[in-house]
């Protein structure tokens, strides 16, 4: 959160967002969404210029509530997903404050990461920068957005079985 000199406590948030990786590669998604405030969303553009989620095409953009109703499909016994595992190792690193705040109210934190998945026999690497905008609520960080931008963004994406 914040010291007794209103400074960010960029540790705690290193820690939050590796408790974050640490949920998605143990594939513990409604854990994960509790790491969302009510109004969160997860944004990854299609382009690394892209300013604007809503007026141009995302590869996802989902807010909560779609990411709850894909959490359902990915874990119902009957999702062609569910054949085989998905496993994930995600590495965080180069974690700070950007320079460029968008309000009081929320903190922005930048970070660059690699992401291994394992699927049907096959690992699939995605690396880029994540933004991530949080805010404090009761004591801890709340994730209002979650940009990922990979950096083939603009090339040809397989079809993705898990958040990144």
């Known amino acids: 959160m914040t010291n007794t000199n209103n400074e960010i406590d960029i540790r705690g948030i290193e820690d939050f967002l590796y408790l974050e990786a ?4 143990d594939v513990k998604l409604m854990e994960w969404m509790e790491l969302y405030d009510a109004e969160g969303k997860y944004w990854m553009p299609s382009s690394l210029e892209q300013t604007c989620a809503e007026t141009e095409i995302s590869i996802l953009y989902e807010s909560k509530l779609l990411m709850d109703v894909r959490r359902r499909n990915f874990g119902h016994k009957l999702s062609a997903s569910m054949e085989y595992a998905i496993r994930g190792c995600r590495i965080i690193g180069n974690v700070r404050l950007s320079k460029e705040q968008p309000d009081a109210s929320l903190i922005r934190v930048l970070s660059n990461f690699h992401a291994h998945l394992f699927y049907r026999d096959e690992v699939t690497l995605f690396a880029g920068k994540y933004t991530h905008d949080l805010k404090i609520v009761g004591g801890t960080y709340k994730i209002v957005q979650k940009r990922v931008d990979l ?5 040809v994406q397989r079809n993705l079985l898990i958040y990144i």
């Open 22 to 25: 640490q949920l998605l590669d």
């Open 151 to 155: 950096i083939n963004a603009d090339g």
